[in-house]
Nanobody, 114 residues
Framework: QVLFVESGGGLVQPGGSLRLSCAAS????????MGWYRQAPGKQRELVAT???????NFADSVKGRFTISRDNAKNTVLLQMNSLKPDDTAVYYC????????WGQGTQVTVSS
């Protein structure tokens, strides 16, 4: 079972940027689709972005044009670059395969506030 550790969150002003990193405990080479998810207070966890091993990406409508996702199979990492952040992006962010499997990591808190 591959475990994921997320990092890179923090407090940022609206319009700012953050880059989140996900380190996997094992190989993600054979995980066809990796994803970033988020969970805001009082809301269900939602899928934010996905990337396949072939490089195809998909994004939630709410983040299109602002977020990019990348993966490095050799380093077993997945990144989420977040630009033009909005208060509605405030959430705990997680990475996992898509569909999600196994145990969720602790996530990384992103707070967008002035």
């Amino acid at each position: 079972q591959v475990l994921f550790v997320e990092s890179g969150g923090g407090l940022v002003q609206p319009g700012g940027s953050l880059r989140l990193s996900c380190a996997a405990s094992g190989s993600i080479f054979n995980i066809y689709t990796m994803g970033w998810y988020r969970q805001a207070p009082g809301k269900q966890r939602e899928l934010v972005a996905t990337m396949t091993t072939t490089g195809r990406t998909n994004f939630a409508d709410s983040v299109k044009g602002r977020f990019t996702i990348s993966r490095d199979n050799a380093k077993n990492t997945v990144l989420l670059q977040m630009n033009s952040l909005k208060p509605d992006d405030t959430a705990v962010y997680y990475c996992n395969s898509f569909p999600a499997s196994g145990t969720w990591g602790q996530g990384t808190q992103v707070t967008v506030s002035s």
